[in-house]
Nanobody, 128 residues
């Protein structure tokens, strides 16, 4: 059974940093791209970052480029999102998800409909 568990969220001041983790189990982890998404209250879920199965392709939304870094450790079945220079507008619930093996877009189109298994999310709150 596919399971994704996010952790590392919390409350930080603007300019601070957090490192999110996404621990995966129940599937062949290194076969799949993993994406990070976020959803703020009243807003649609949006793609933040993605890393390919072979770690050679990464994607960042324009709003986080230069501040966030995605990485993966296939030996630990874990993907990380290092978030620096956090801003109040980064406040959201952050989710990780696996690419859909049926659609197979990987990190080429990081939108929720192209990803299927999801974690429960972790809250990130950035105070001004």
């Amino acid at each position: 059974q596919v399971q994704l568990v996010e952790s590392g969220g919390g409350l930080v001041h603007a300019g601070g940093s957090l490192r999110l983790s996404c621990a995966a189990s129940g599937f062949t982890f290194d076969y799949y791209a993993i994406g990070w998404f976020r959803q703020a209250p009243g807003k649609e879920r949006e793609g933040v970052s993605c890393i390919s199965s072979t770690d050679d392709i990464t994607y960042y939304a324009d709003s986080v480029k230069g501040r966030f870094t995605i990485s993966r450790d296939n030996a630990k079945n874990t993907v990380y999102l290092q978030m620096n220079s956090l801003r109040p507008e980064d406040t959201a619930v952050y989710y990780c998800a696996t690419e859909s093996p049926v659609l197979g877009y990987g990190c080429l189109n990081v939108v929720p409909r192209n990803f299927d298994s999801w974690g429960q999310g972790t809250q990130v709150t950035v105070s001004s």
